[in-house]
């Protein structure tokens, strides 16, 4: 109820003129700035050396859930339960989800700050995903529709921004805490003023019908996603936090930049966009189901 009561206050600033269009995007470069700041005291605020060590231990399994599913969408495509002209951002719908600006205040919600670092263990291997298989296969489309030269997997414009501001912060603030480098007390402190601002928009004005395609997308986020991420991380004798928020920021809805890069790219941004929104007004259905699971989780 939290976060749908402050999502749809935001809303309602944002439709009655309160929060002009001039003034989102000012808030959107705000929310950009300061989620490096978050990240960073997230890392270095939350764990010691040992624990950090003992959570790196296991960042594997994000990686290899997010891997699963990628190459059952690929399945989907060539046994032709989805459209080609849709393949890549399909692919990058069925597997990429809004790790920070949904997870992070749903995070806190169910579990605490606590639970933080381990949602960020999950935020690197999703973004690492969509700015690289993502991201191709998105191109891919964007190829098939209007032509031109065939991408490369890899391109030093790719690893550019894969080694965004946010997750630059992220890998900075693991290295802080594996060698010990203290933080004065002041900036943390600061980090946390900063970081506590960011919020995030997410428009629902295209999601005008619901294809196929965007059923199956809901069904690898609230159900098939962290049931493979459930049954990956069983074998390992996990501490309970870890295992829990793996399976819920499974859960979360897909990522807005899927459609910014849809956009960019030429490939179909009406449909990353109806996707976008449906699992996120998906999301406030699927989280009191949540809630009562990861309890058993």
Known sequence: MVLVLVAGYGWWLAHHGTISDAGRATIAKLVNALIPVFLFYSVTSKFGREQMIELLEMAFL?????GLNWAISEAMIRVGLVRKELGGVFVASFSGATVLFVGVP??????????IPYL???FFANCFFIWSAGLYR????GVARRGGVRPKFFSLKSVKVLFAPPVVAFLLGIVFVLISIPVPSFL??????LGSIASHRVGFEKLKHVPREVWYVMFSCFILRPLVMYLVSAPFDLDPMMRKVFVAASMLPVSSVIAVLARAHGADEEFASEAVGA??????????????IVNFV
């Not at 749903?106 to 639970?115: H, K, N, S």
């Not at 998105?138 to 489309?141: G, N, Y």
């Open 106 to 115: 749903m995070t806190t919600a169910l579990f605490g700050e606590a639970g």
């Open 188 to 193: 943390m402190g600061t980090f946390k003023s």
């Open 62 to 66: 994000p990686f290899i859930t997010i």
């Open 138 to 141: 998105i191109q891919m489309d």
């Open 279 to 292: 699992t996120t007004i998906g999301l406030v259905f699927a989280l009191p189901v949540l809630l009562f």
């Open 120 to 122: 960020l263990v999950y």
